[in-house]
Structures are given as C-alpha cells and as structure tokens.
C-alpha cells in the first residue's frame, strides 16, 4: 500500500466519522441533549417530604 493510498483511507474515515456524528445529532437531537443535562434537584427535602407528603 503506498502512501498516498494511506493518506486517502485515513483523510477519508476521518471525514466520514465526522459526518455520521453530525447525522446522528441531526436525526436524534433530543437524545443528545437529554443525556447530557444533569437531572433536576429535589424540590422538597428529604427531611420533609415525610411531613408533606401526609
């Protein structure tokens, strides 16, 4: 395999893992967005929440 062969396959694998993350942010954009937002605090404490809650 020479080298430019080489160059081409890397270049091209690079350019074609770029794509298919931007193509999966494209089709599933709420996926994305949910997995990387922390979950929401406790709006009640854990000390009160019996009490609350009867």
Do not use: C, H
Request: hydrophobic share 45%.
């Amino acid at each position: 395999m020479t080298s430019r062969t080489l160059m081409v396959a890397v270049i091209g694998f690079v350019v074609g893992s770029i794509l298919s993350v931007l193509v999966v942010q494209y089709y599933a954009p709420d996926e994305s967005t949910k997995n990387t937002t922390p979950p929401d605090p406790l709006v009640v404490a854990p000390e009160n929440a019996a009490e609350e809650t009867r």
